[in-house]
Structure formats: structure tokens, C-alpha cells
């Protein structure tokens, strides 16, 4: 157990919807990582928030939106849902931009239909 | 960050020592080696990170070739619960910049009965 909650745990969507992705980060925590793994790949930085800033974003499009709360919880936001977009999203914690000690959670598995 | 390389697939035999290979012959002077691992339906684990040393925790020990171009993990007593895919990721540790990891596809290890 890593103390790293992401809720839901799955979700089934339909193309063009929208979809809202938690994360919350171990206590302490001020920095939390975004990454989307498609089925037999590795993790795919999406994006990074530090102190409730964005603070870099891998190759993704505007419709991959996040947030970080004062709580350092955070959310990821995805519009216009397409099928390629069906993956597991990963979020990972850490203190002060460290890689080591990066947290993950279990991840939430969506599935766009 | 530099490529790393590593074979597909590889299994050893529960009890031995399960030795995983990396190659990372671009690497600088400055980039870190990392392994994390994913167990089936997880999120990616750390399991240690290097700079030219040899370096041993409580779970693997990392061998660093003396030119840096490559690293082996070493498991020293595998058991069922450590297959997994195993990520090498080789990167810059700076502060003030983000702290993303690039994953590849891993090397999956089978530890057979």
C-alpha cells in the first residue's frame, strides 16, 4: 500500500463524453504525476502538478486537463472522449519533484466505448 | 533522458538469483538508472536508482557497469510474488525541473515454481 487513492477504480464512457479522474496523494505529498498505459505499454507522462501549479506536460493534447487542490489532492480531466483514450491512468505522488520516491496508485482503468 | 533498452521477457526459477539486464549506452554523466516494477493490475513500484555505484536495498541490488553503458538487477532470491514488468529508466536528477519518468515496455520477469 503506497497510501496513493485514485477513484474510480473503473469507468465505462461512450466517445465525445467527458470524464473527471481523482487522485489523492500520500500525506505530505506535494507533487502528483499524471500517466496513462495503454494495454501492453508502459506509462505515458501526461502531466505534473507542483504546489498547484502545472509544472510540465508530456505529448498530450488541450482536452487532457488537470488540477491540483490546496490539499494536493488532484484531479485529471479528459473532453471530447475518443477510443484510443481507453487506458489505465496512473497518478503518483511525491515530495518536492523527487523520482525515486515516486507513489503510485492502483490506477483507474477507463474504457471508452 | 537516455534510451535504455531491454530484452522482452526473461524467467528464472523460484529461489535463484534472477539477474535483469539494461542497456543504456547514450547515457551522461549526470543521468540517474532507476528500476521500478509493476505486478499485474498495479501501479509501477521503485525499487532502486544508481549513479555509478553499486547500490543494494532491502529488495534488489544494482551493478553498474564501470562505463555506464549498462546495469543488471539483481533479485537475489526470486519468488512467485516478484514477476512483474520491470522498467530501467535513465534520467537527469535536478531539482526545479519536473521529475517525470519515460517508461519503455519493460522486461517481463516469470518466476516459475
Known amino acids: 500500500e503506497t497510501g496513493v487513492t485514485q477513484s474510480p477504480t473503473h469507468l465505462i464512457k461512450t466517445r465525445g463524453q467527458q470524464v473527471t479522474l481523482r487522485c489523492s496523494s500520500q500525506s505530505g505529498h506535494n507533487t502528483v504525476s499524471w500517466y496513462q498505459q495503454a494495454l501492453g505499454q508502459g506509462p505515458q507522462f501526461i502531466f505534473q502538478y507542483y504546489r498547484e501549479e502545472e509544472n510540465g506536460r508530456g505529448n498530450f493534447p488541450p482536452r487532457f486537463s488537470g488540477l491540483q487542490f490546496p490539499n494536493y489532492s488532484s484531479e485529471l480531466n479528459v473532453n471530447a472522449l475518443e477510443l484510443d483514450d481507453s487506458a489505465l491512468y496512473l497518478c503518483?505522488?511525491?515530495?518536492?519533484?523527487?523520482?525515486?520516491?515516486?507513489?503510485f496508485g492502483p490506477g483507474t482503468r477507463l474504457t471508452v466505448l | 533522458d537516455a534510451k535504455t533498452t531491454q530484452p522482452p521477457s526473461m524467467d528464472c526459477a523460484e529461489g535463484r538469483a534472477a539477474n535483469l539486464p539494461c542497456n543504456h549506452s547514450?547515457?551522461?554523466?549526470?543521468?540517474?538508472v532507476y528500476w521500478y516494477r509493476q505486478i499485474h493490475s498495479q501501479g509501477p513500484q521503485y525499487i532502486i536508482h544508481g549513479l555509478k555505484n553499486n547500490e543494494t536495498n532491502e529488495m534488489a541490488s544494482l551493478i553498474i557497469t564501470e562505463d555506464r553503458k549498462s546495469s543488471t538487477l539483481i533479485l537475489p532470491h526470486a519468488t512467485l510474488r516478484d514477476t512483474a514488468v520491470y522498467y530501467c529508466i535513465v534520467r537527469v536528477a535536478r531539482t526545479g525541473a519536473n521529475s517525470k519518468l519515460t517508461f519503455g515496455k519493460g522486461i517481463t520477469l516469470s518466476v516459475r515454481p
Open positions: 547514450t547515457i551522461s554523466g549526470n543521468e540517474y
Open positions: 503518483a505522488s511525491s515530495l518536492e519533484l523527487r523520482t525515486d520516491t515516486q507513489y
